[in-house]
């Protein structure tokens, strides 16, 4: 069995290392025009294509090209985190204000959180965001990675996106 330990402190994590880019994202939701309202008004996404009935309802969002979310109606009940599979998708702002103004937002549209307001991604660690779920019990954050180094982290030893 392969186990992985952090072999580094929150305080010298490379928040600035090499990532690849995302091409898009393919999201299974049980309600199509809910999920679209929800990430519309989250992202600030548009609508780019869309099939909204029949058997293969889907519909494409993007915002400026940057991230494109596909949203599938192929699915029921809400998402099973306890199974293998995706744990969580992260969304990357510009600063810790972004995230505010999202966390916003998410309180406007009644989403649950898995913390109360911005957390650090761990003790002493400067990046953070807030940690929530999508209308379908889809596992999200949307973090900066500077200014969250005020608030206390709410795991300790361990990545505060690994365990909510």
């Known amino acids: 069995m392969y186990r992985a330990t952090l072999s580094i402190s929150w305080t010298e994590f490379p928040v ?12 299974n939701v049980t309600d199509l ?10 992202f600030d996404f548009e609508v780019i294509a869309q099939e909204p009935d029949g058997d293969r309802a889907f519909a494409l969002l993007a915002s400026g090209g940057a991230l494109q979310i596909t949203l599938w109606q192929q699915s029921s009940g ?7 599979g995706l744990h969580h998708l992260s969304f990357e ?25 911005v ?3 761990g003790e002493g660690a400067s990046s953070g965001g807030v940690f929530f779920f999508d209308p379908d019990g ?3 954050e949307i973090y900066a ?11 300790q030893g361990a990545p505060t996106c690994g365990f909510f």
């Open 33 to 42: 025009r809910r999920s679209i309202d929800f990430y519309s008004r989250l």
């Open 119 to 121: 957390v650090p991604h």
């Open 138 to 140: 889809m596992r999200l």
């Open 16 to 27: 600035n290392a090499p990532a690849l880019r995302t091409g898009h994202v393919a999201l």
């Open 78 to 84: 809400t998402f099973p985190a306890g199974l293998p």
């Open 93 to 117: 702002v510009a600063d810790i204000e972004a995230v505010r103004r999202a966390e916003a937002t998410l309180k406007e549209l009644g989403v649950e959180f898995a913390y109360d307001g």
């Open 145 to 155: 990675p500077s200014g969250a180094d005020g608030s206390s982290a709410p795991t």
